[in-house]
Structure formats: structure tokens, C-alpha cells
T-cell receptor
Framework: NAGVTQTPKFQVLKTGQSMTLQCAQD?????MSWYRQDPGMGLRLIHY???????DQGEVPNGYNVSRSTTEDFPLRLLSAAPSQTSVYFC????????????FGPGTRLTVT | TQLLEQSPQFLSIQEGENLTVYCNSS?????LQWYRQEPGEGPVLLVT?????EVKKLKRLTFQFGDARKDSSLHITAAQPGDTGLYLC?????????????FGQGTILTVHP
């Protein structure tokens, strides 16, 4: 079991560039989500999915797109990167239900210059 | 936006001291979780509490859930340098989708030998 994997580990983008952060899980979890972590602000939910073909917005969705074509994969797309998107991004997965543990990936550190 | 206030933001103590971290909200949680995060890694679940008044113990860590399910605390007895890390509380609010967590700002704990 690899758990939740994220690629790349580090990324530097110029303003206006686009990229996709990859996330995959091998635990057959229905629920997957993306968070960003900024100093002093904990983790904030960007987008989430309760199953293949179903996605919804979290607290800070602007500037990000997601899709969920399979149970295993949940990529996060930045269409036109901005310096305000400099952050550490975490993908997480869990079973769907109250209080289930969320398993986090190792994170992607993104810098936008 | 529902807010989850976590305090203190920073704690620097000597080995052997006790400490308490607080997590408060004006809204009711259906469940609340505590995570610990090491530098360069994703958060890892410590405990989930779901019942008002619940107390859970994990070795030297004691977790309490308020009777009204609006607050929680983490108490560490006789802290050790290995307890150093970022502690995060995260709640699922009543009426929200399962798995949709709101995180507190985090508490950076440093335990000096």
C-alpha cells in the first residue's frame, strides 16, 4: 500500500503558467480532497470529491480546477498561476462517513514568481 | 465561513512540563479530530471525538470534547522533545458533507530538552 501519493514534491512557476498537481490513492477511498497550507492559517479546503464524477468547491476554490474520472486519481489544475497561490498543497483521502480518518499525502511545495 | 479558533499559536516549553491546546467554535461539530504534522510531511491523525463530554487518552495525551460539542482540548502531560511538532484540530460541522473538515490555525509546539 503506497497510501496517498503526490507529485511533484516541489515546483516553481512563473506568473501566468499552468500546471497540474497529481494525487493518487490506492486505498479505494471514495472521498478525496485538496488543501492548501499557509503559515498561521492551518489547512484550507480547495476542492473535494465524494466519488468518481462528483466534485464540489471548498473554502478557497478560485483559480483551481479539479476532476475525478477514477476513484484513484484526483488532479488539481492551476490554469494561470498567481503569486497568491504560493503555498504547500496537500491531497487527502478517506472513507465517506462521519469522523473517518483522512490520510494525507506528503505535499507539494509550490512557488509562483 | 465557520471559524475554528485554535490557541495558543506557539508554545515553547521545557521537557517535563504540561501543556494544553484549545480549539473553539461558535458552531456545533458532528465530529472533531486532532492531527500532528512533522516538517515536510502531511498531517497524521491522533484521535477522533464524536460524543459531547467524551475524553480519550493516548499515552500522555488527553483529548476532551466539550459537552456542547463546540470546543475541544488537547492536554500533554510531561512533554518530551519527541512531542515537538504542529498540532491541528479539525472539525466536521453539523449539516456539512462528511469529510469536509475545517482546520484550526495550528499550534507549533517546541519541547526543549
Amino acid at each position: 500500500n503506497a497510501g496517498v501519493t503526490q507529485t511533484p514534491k516541489f515546483q516553481v512557476l512563473k506568473t501566468g503558467q499552468s500546471m497540474t498537481l497529481q494525487c493518487a490513492q490506492d486505498m479505494n477511498h471514495e472521498y478525496m480532497s485538496w488543501y492548501r497550507q499557509d503559515p498561521g492559517m492551518g489547512l484550507r479546503l480547495i476542492h473535494y470529491s465524494v466519488g468518481a464524477g462528483i466534485t464540489d468547491q471548498g473554502e478557497v476554490p478560485n483559480g483551481y480546477n479539479v476532476s475525478r474520472s477514477t476513484t484513484e486519481d484526483f488532479p488539481l489544475r492551476l490554469l494561470s498561476a498567481a503569486p497568491s497561490q504560493t503555498s504547500v498543497y496537500f491531497c487527502a483521502s478517506s472513507y465517506t462517513g462521519p469522523g473517518y480518518e483522512q490520510y494525507f499525502g506528503p505535499g507539494t511545495r509550490l512557488t509562483v514568481t | 465561513t465557520q471559524l475554528l479558533e485554535q490557541s495558543p499559536q506557539f508554545l515553547s516549553i521545557q521537557e517535563g512540563e504540561n501543556l494544553t491546546v484549545y480549539c473553539n467554535s461558535s458552531s456545533v461539530f458532528s465530529s472533531l479530530q486532532w492531527y500532528r504534522q512533522e516538517p515536510g510531511e502531511g498531517p497524521v491523525l491522533l484521535v477522533t471525538v464524536v460524543t459531547g463530554g467524551e475524553v480519550k487518552k493516548l499515552k500522555r495525551l488527553t483529548f476532551q470534547f466539550g459537552d456542547a460539542r463546540k470546543d475541544s482540548s488537547l492536554h500533554i502531560t510531561a512533554a518530551q522533545p519527541g512531542d515537538t511538532g504542529l498540532y491541528l484540530c479539525a472539525g466536521e460541522y453539523d449539516g456539512t458533507s462528511y469529510g469536509k473538515l475545517t482546520f484550526g490555525q495550528g499550534t507549533i509546539l517546541t519541547v526543549h530538552p
